[in-house]
């Protein structure tokens, strides 16, 4: 059974750019979560998708979207980049929602803005 | 407040010893679930354990259990007979999901090194 797979691995762009990250979760399981690391600020929350839904937004400004397709995979976009956006994102796959439900992540995307 | 917290932000144990990392957390929902993730430097966040609410009897994953004690609200990871590949950084993890916003809130870790 495939575990969760993000792409690219590793990213540099330049400041003002945009860029797309992808999460495929687990076969069978409909959420997907989004979570950008950095050191100064920990793993923070980004949003949660549930059945092509966005059910939950952590706070970050409107530059961060995502969406999530019927096949359960997932995109988050950055608009405008900012150096402050350089973080490991990672996206934690869980069959269903919930606080007793399973997470397991992905190996993370590093993006570094320059 | 926080709402997951741990102590030890760094903890040096020697090979093939038992580790406690230890973790606090607090909730007011009943269901909820308690993760532990190991991240090596690579940066992949790799499952270890896991601890739903409603579960009575502690977690246990080959070298990994899960101390559950639900009235201190404690949920401390013991890792049997440490190996150097332990070397890495531990979360420890909530998700909490009765308002249904079922984020998984994380601890600031605890970068545990095994000497050899």
């Known amino acids: 059974k495939a575990g969760v797979t993000q792409t690219p691995r590793y990213l540099i762009k330049t400041r003002g750019q945009q860029v797309t990250l992808s999460c495929s979760p687990i076969?069978?399981?409909?959420?997907v979560s989004w979570y950008q690391q950095t050191p100064g600020q920990g793993l923070q929350f980004l949003f949660e998708?549930?059945?092509?839904?966005?059910?939950n937004k952590g706070n970050f400004p409107g530059r961060f979207s995502g969406r999530q397709f019927s096949n359960s995979r997932s995109e988050m976009n950055v608009s405008t980049l900012e150096l402050g956006d350089s973080a490991l994102y990672l996206c934690?796959?869980?069959?269903?929602?919930?606080?007793?439900?399973?997470?397991?992540f992905g190996q993370g995307t590093r993006l570094t803005v320059v | 407040a926080q709402k997951i917290t741990q102590t030890q932000p760094g903890m040096f144990v020697q090979e093939k010893e038992a580790v406690t990392l230890d973790c606090t957390y607090d909730?007011?929902?009943?269901?909820?679930?308690l993760f532990w993730y190991k991240q090596p430097s690579s940066g992949e966040m790799i499952f270890l354990i896991y601890?739903?609410?409603?579960?009575?009897q502690n977690a246990t994953e080959g070298r990994y259990s899960l101390n559950f004690q639900k009235a201190r609200k404690s949920a401390n990871l013991v890792i049997s007979a440490s190996q150097l590949g332990d070397s890495a950084m531990y979360f420890c993890?909530?998700?909490?999901?009765?308002?249904?916003?079922?984020?998984?809130?994380f601890g600031k870790g605890t970068r545990l090194h095994i000497l050899p």
């Open positions: 601890q739903g609410s409603y579960d009575e």
């Open positions: 934690a796959s869980s069959l269903t929602t919930g606080g007793n439900t399973e997470a397991f």
């Open positions: 998708y549930f059945s092509e839904t966005q059910r």
């Open positions: 993890a909530m998700r909490e999901g009765q308002r249904g916003d079922d984020k998984i809130i």
């Open positions: 909730t007011s929902d009943q269901s909820y679930g």
């Open positions: 076969s069978g399981h409909r959420s």
